[in-house]
Structure formats: C-alpha cells, structure tokens
C-alpha cells in the first residue's frame, strides 16, 4: 500500500519544496528525512511513499459545518494518511486526526527585527557595569583607603612619617657649602588604592600583616575587576549589538502593537481561547499569515512588531542570513510538534513505537542538528548584558573575610607589644619580641626634628631611632 503524504512548504527546516528538484526528490526537511525511517524502525517498506503537496498549507482549523481546512482537512477527507507540517498536538484535533507521540517541544516565542544598532557614544565606555556597580566601586576605594588608614593608626607597626634628608653641595672642593632639603615622602593610602584600582598596582606597604592582607585582597579583586571590565568592554566594541523595538509580550500590549501568527493551529487557537491576562490582552492584536515568509516581509516592512510562532522554528529563522532577526521571548505556551494521521489508522501504533526508539537512539537529534547549521552569530544579536553587584558577590565575601582576619591579626600585634611592654624579662629573652617593638617604636619617631623647609642645617640634626 502506497501512502499518501500530504508536505507543508515553507516550513524550514521542517518541511519545504526545493524548488532546484523535480518529483518526489523536491520535497525536503527534517520530518520528509525522518518518515522513512520512522517507516523502517515499524517494519513498512519505506519506498511506499508518495508525496504531494496540497493548497491549503496551514495546520488547519475547523469551520462551522464541521468540516476542516488546511492540512487536518486533507486527513478528514481522506486525500491523505499522513501530514507532514509543522504541526501541534490539540485536544480538539483528536477528536478528528491521530496525532503521534511527540518529536520535537512546541514552546512558543516570540521573534523581532534587529535593524536598529545600539549607538556607541560618548558614555560607552560605561556600558560594561551597571550604575550601581560603578557607585559601589567608587565607593569601595575610598573605603579601602580609609580602612588602610585607621589599620595603620591602630597596628603598633603601621605606616610612619618619614621626612627624606636631601644633601645639595654646592662650590669648588676647597669651599663646600652643604644645602639640606627636607621632603616628606609619607606614602597616601587613597593614592594607592586609586593607582592600584587603574592597574598600577603600588600596594601599600608596612610591616603590619593586617595591612599587607588588605593590600593583598585589594590587589587580587582589582585584578579581576579590571579583567572583567575589559573582557565585556572588548566584546561591546567588537560585536554589533541592537536595540529592538519590543523586548517581549508585555511590550507588545502596552504598546498596542500588531504581531503576527499563523493562520489557523495551535498558535492561533492559544489567543483564541486566552488562558492569564496577557494572552487575553494580546487577543484582539494579531494578524494571521499563510506562511513564514509572508510574516517575515511584514516584520521587515514594519507592518507588525513581531511574530509568534514555535520556538524551534524561530530558532532556525533566527541563524539564517542576512541574520536581521532576533527571538526577544521564548519558552512559554504548551504543545508538542506531531505527525498527523488519519482517525483510527493502522500505522499510529506502530509509527508511535518508532517514535521512541529514534528519540531514544537520538536520530531526531541528529536530524535536527544536520538541518539546523547556524551562519548567524547568536551573541551578536543577543546584545551584552551588563555585570551587576551580585556578579560580584564572591568577590565581596573573600574581601570581608580578609578584613576581618586583618582586625584580628591588629588585635594580635598589639597584644604582643602589650606583653614585651609588660614582661621586660621576656622581652630580651625573645628576639623577635624585641624587633616588633623596635619597629614599634620607630613609629612615633620622627627621624628629624624640623619643620620640613629649605634651608641649612648641620647634619648633627639628623638622628637615629631609639631602640
């Protein structure tokens, strides 16, 4: 028995007429490759195909005589035993049709025009991070300094005051004139973190370990920052990004805008029958199309905003040049993609059967991959998302941690010179004890006595560090 197979086109990567063949051999796509097989994994002869194409290329809808359109009315009026189309499982469909085990998820989506491209300008430079990524950032240097600062003023080995001894002779070696200048070099806290923050990386220094593990922490988030900052700032300048003119469905509504469907079918029937307040919105807002391609040229031609229709054929439009198409909203609606049978056929069981063991061997698979070869760039119609403050929230904790280990290792320091202040037996007896209160010390000494001018001095001024 030869069955009649009834092939939608237009329908890529689905089903689809080459115009470039002849026959039998001009109907293509992934469900044309797969009925054979599906025919051989049942145990029918897989050459027992005949295919046609028939006038009405749409799903099909049912009319108020009862009778049916589209490619279900070529089942109802038994012209053909299968239909190959991009096709959705529906309650009211059973009733008339057999529909196969699911091939494929028949989630909706809804695609745009990406015509306009994001303008660079001025500020763009700006776009890697959101606004409040860049206030806390600023925020965060400032903060880092200041915790530096009240570090060293707390830890008995902080940053000191160090005044450098500049010597300027003047004259013939007969008469030598000594000029001292004295300049204060007191390294600043928020100089370095802004240095260290633009990648100079001068870590402040002190022989406190409670600063040196701010310092460390601080360098190692700069780091990344800057490794972030320039990873996203590269890709913005190097890929071409778009503005669309609707984002997703709830833009559709409130801009009243027109989006188009296909003409009858399960995309057709879900805005029919609305099931949540953005369905029943967006009831009143779309216009049937025959085809894909019709809908396609009403996009380009601004006539609607967009249009809605199975997920995975979007997918395949969307890779396609001249690659002007973006899908702005995807994954939602209901349905699986079918084959469509005459009611009560003899093969629906045994091609059901064939449907799991290819979906389980991974032949659908396969076949969708062979069909679907993207010569689009997805990212660069995707646009690049900002980094935000939780892109980021690893890197705030592992700073925190070190801030406290810093307060603890300050409390420890101190602690230690409390003991050597204390217990002067164990002072002398313990040599690293005496360093750390040397070192101490040479905080609060000021190596010279002077105000810090230009002038002449006897070098008997310059004095050393108690001990």
Not at 177 to 195: C, G, K, N, P
Not at 304 to 323: K, V
């Amino acid at each position: 028995m030869v069955l009649q197979v009834a092939v939608a086109n237009g329908r890529r990567p689905f089903t689809f007429i080459n115009p470039d063949r002849d026959g039998q051999a001009a109907f293509s796509g992934v469900l044309v490759d797969l009925l054979p097989d599906l025919l051989d994994a049942a145990g029918f002869n897989k050459s027992d195909l005949h295919y046609y194409a028939p006038k009405s290329q749409g799903s099909g809808s049912q009319l108020p005589n009862g009778t049916w359109t589209g490619m279900t009315g070529e089942l109802t009026a038994g012209r053909a035993d299968v239909i190959l189309t991009q096709l959705t499982a529906t309650s009211y469909r059973e009733e008339f049709a057999d529909q196969s085990f699911a091939i494929l998820d028949a989630k909706m989506a809804l695609m745009v025009h990406a015509d306009t491209l994001r303008p660079q300008d001025a500020f763009t430079f700006l776009q890697p991070f959101s606004w409040e990524l860049w206030v806390c950032l600023v925020l965060f240097v400032f903060g880092v300094a200041l915790v530096l600062t009240v570090l060293a003023r707390l830890s008995p080995m902080g940053l000191f005051d160090i005044r450098k001894v500049a010597v300027h002779v003047k004259g013939t070696s007969g008469d030598v004139t000594r000029q001292y200048a004295i300049h204060d070099v007191t390294r600043s806290f928020l100089l370095d973190t802004w240095l260290t923050a633009t990648g100079q990386t001068p870590l402040p220094q002190g022989r406190s370990w409670a600063i040196r593990m701010i310092a460390i922490s601080y360098g190692l988030f700069s780091l990344l920052v800057i490794a972030s900052y320039t990873a996203s700032f590269a890709a913005i300048l190097t890929l071409k990004t778009y503005r669309y003119s609707v984002n997703d469905r709830q833009d559709l509504a409130n801009s009243n805008l027109k989006f188009g469907i296909d003409a009858g079918g399960v995309t057709q029937y879900y805005f029919k029958h609305p099931h949540d307040d953005l369905s029943t919105a967006l009831s009143d807002q779309y216009i049937t199309f025959p085809g894909v391609a019709a809908a396609l040229d009403a996009i380009r031609n601004k006539t609607i905003a967009g249009y809605i229709t199975q997920e995975s054929l979007l997918d395949y439009i969307a890779s396609l040049q001249p690659c002007d198409m973006a899908i702005v909203d995807r994954g939602w609606g209901y349905g699986s993609q079918v084959i469509g049978f005459q009611k009560n056929s003899t093969i629906t069981a045994p091609l059901n059967d064939a449907i799991l063991k290819l979906r389980e061997n991974g032949r659908v698979d396969q076949l969708m991959r062979g069909w679907h070869v993207p010569a689009c760039n997805a990212q660069a119609q995707g646009g690049i998302d900002q980094l935000q403050l939780p892109s980021f929230a690893g890197l705030w904790y592992f700073l925190f941690i070190f801030w406290g280990l810093a307060v603890l290792v300050t409390l420890v320091e101190r602690l230690i010179i409390w003991i050597g202040h204390r217990y002067p037996r164990l002072r002398h007896a313990n040599a690293k004890i005496q360093h750390l209160l040397f070192s101490a010390n040479q905080k609060h000494f000021d190596y010279i006595h002077s105000e810090a001018h230009f002038g002449r001095m006897d070098s008997s001024l310059v004095s050393t560090p108690r001990k």
